[in-house]
């Protein structure tokens, strides 16, 4: 089983949808955990860290679910701009970022 | 603010040849990552530094590949010879701090690398 697991997508989705995604982890020591946003041909960016207890910033909701070991992305009211790949990042203590294969997002008119 | 600085863009090369990317962090930075990234493999790490000392390296596919970092402001990934199957995109990223690598990581615009 692999490290940290998302589905691939693509999502499709008409502007002003909500959607979400899940990505789930193996090691139960996992402690910090991220979501980053990469465009086509671009580098990834910091989209928002994810607490214990959910955060929201803007349209964006983050959220960990340690029992069953997953952290979740709401998008709410969704946007053309939003189409992206999002990937997931889970770190151990002391162990290196590991990111998610990602799951495509594309938001259509 | 500038952000982390990678060279080449874009490399064509043949196989066999040397190849040099190179990276220049964030300034006042003190930890720089290279990552690789595939279709088929996504983003691995391949070696990151603290305070230009190496790491871990245990991502680094091969003797072929190197990395080295002789100064705060500057890295370079080295793969010789360099094969087909190295055909990559390379990023390079920086993070502030030291305290293992729960930092935000910046990321370069990336070595779009193809090995014919």
């Known amino acids: 089983r692999k490290e940290v697991e998302q589905d691939p997508g693509p999502f499709n989705v008409p502007e002003g949808a909500t959607v979400a995604f899940n990505c789930t982890y193996s090691n139960s020591a996992s402690q910090s955990f991220f979501w980053y946003r990469q465009d086509c041909r671009k580098e990834p960016k910091l989209l928002m860290s994810?607490?214990?207890s959910g955060n929201e910033d803007g349209r964006f909701t983050a959220q960990l679910n340690r029992a069953s070991q997953y952290i979740s992305l709401l998008i709410r009211d969704s946007k053309l701009s939003d189409s992206a790949t999002y990937l997931c990042v889970v770190i151990a203590y002391g162990q290196n970022f590991v990111f998610g294969p990602g799951t495509r997002l594309s938001v259509l008119p | 603010d500038a952000g982390v600085i990678q060279s080449p863009r874009h490399e064509v090369t043949e196989m066999g040849q040397e190849v040099t990317l190179r990276c220049k962090p964030i300034s006042g930075h003190n930890s720089l990552f290279w990552y690789r990234q595939t279709m088929m493999r996504g983003l691995e790490l391949l070696i990151y530094?603290?305070?230009?000392?190496?790491?871990?390296d245990s991502g680094m596919p091969e003797d072929r590949f190197s990395a080295k970092m002789p100064n705060a402001s500057f890295s370079t990934l080295k793969i010789q010879p360099s094969e087909p199957r190295d055909s990559a995109v390379y990023f390079c990223?920086?993070?502030?701090?030291?305290?293992?690598?729960?930092?935000?990581?910046?990321f370069g615009p990336g070595t779009r690398l193809l090995v014919l």
């Open positions: 530094f603290n305070n230009n000392v190496p790491i871990d």
């Open positions: 994810v607490y214990s």
């Open positions: 990223a920086s993070s502030r701090g030291t305290s293992g690598n729960q930092e935000t990581q910046y």
